[in-house]
């Protein structure tokens, strides 16, 4: 289901169940041009997050019925090379899930751009510790070179085996998929389920920008999609 297109009017403050933590109060995160966009002159990192754990069981993922539970998103960044995550670096991530709102601390699931080679990869990774260190972060899929691009993504977990499935896709110009869902290139598969299980619920979702100084950078995020359980009391 679409959690959020934001497509509304122009704002310093996001709305619509979003909780914001900036580098810049209040512009560093913002609704602008019907996306969400971070940016800031001081470094940091700013993130907004939602708990979205009324929406399917998100204390043991592997709990949840359904056959595959799918989450995508429209992202972008503006460094041809983008760092990663430590201090003064500059990184994108979409946090499908962490056991903390802090994305400083707590462990989970997310979607990266950036690291410390020239080889920029989308990455899907578990962090434990928060998205605040390079070290924090282990693949689990990784796959080619991206960089400053309009990029697609949608992630696929299947909870009978634990299988993650990541498909990308990308253009210089626009998001090359309107609809993040019907991202059809598949970069990878493998399995995890090192915070699968009930000890671990990864009930807060969001995005996140770790950055520098550079005022003129920014991330921008668009048309979140997550699952949705009838195991809960949603169809």
């Not at 946090?95 to 080889?119: E, F, H, K, P, R």
């Not at 510790?129 to 990029?151: A, E, R």
């Not at 090192?194 to 048309?223: E, I, M, V």
Request: glycine residues 10%; aromatic residues 12%.
């Amino acid at each position: 289901v679409l959690l959020d297109n934001f497509n509304r009017s122009d704002n310093n403050t996001v709305g619509n169940g979003w909780t914001e933590t900036e580098t810049s109060s209040p512009s560093s995160i913002a609704i602008s041009s019907n996306r969400l966009k971070m940016g800031s002159g001081t470094a940091g990192r700013d993130w907004a997050y939602q708990d979205i754990s009324s929406n399917y069981i998100t204390a043991g993922l592997s709990n949840n019925t359904m056959d595959s539970m799918v989450w995508a998103i429209n992202f972008y960044q503006t460094r041809d090379n983008p760092s990663g995550f430590d201090n003064g670096n500059y990184g994108i991530a979409f946090v499908l899930g962490s056991t903390n709102s802090s994305y400083a601390d707590g462990n989970g699931y997310a979607v990266v751009l950036g690291n410390s080679t020239s080889t920029d990869p989308i990455r899907l990774v578990k962090f434990s510790g928060g998205m605040d260190l390079n070290g924090n972060l282990t693949n689990i899929i990784s796959s080619g070179d991206y960089g400053k691009l309009y990029i697609s993504i949608k992630v696929t977990y299947k909870p009978s085996t634990n299988t993650w499935r990541l498909y990308v896709e990308s253009s210089s110009t626009a998001f090359p998929q309107s609809d993040p869902r019907n991202t059809s290139t598949s970069v990878g598969s493998a399995t995890d389920n090192t915070y699968t299980g009930s000890s671990y619920d990864l009930k807060y979702l969001g995005c996140l920008w770790n950055h520098s100084t550079g005022s003129s950078d920014y991330a921008l995020f668009d048309d979140i999609y997550i699952p949705k359980s009838s195991v809960i009391g949603y169809s």
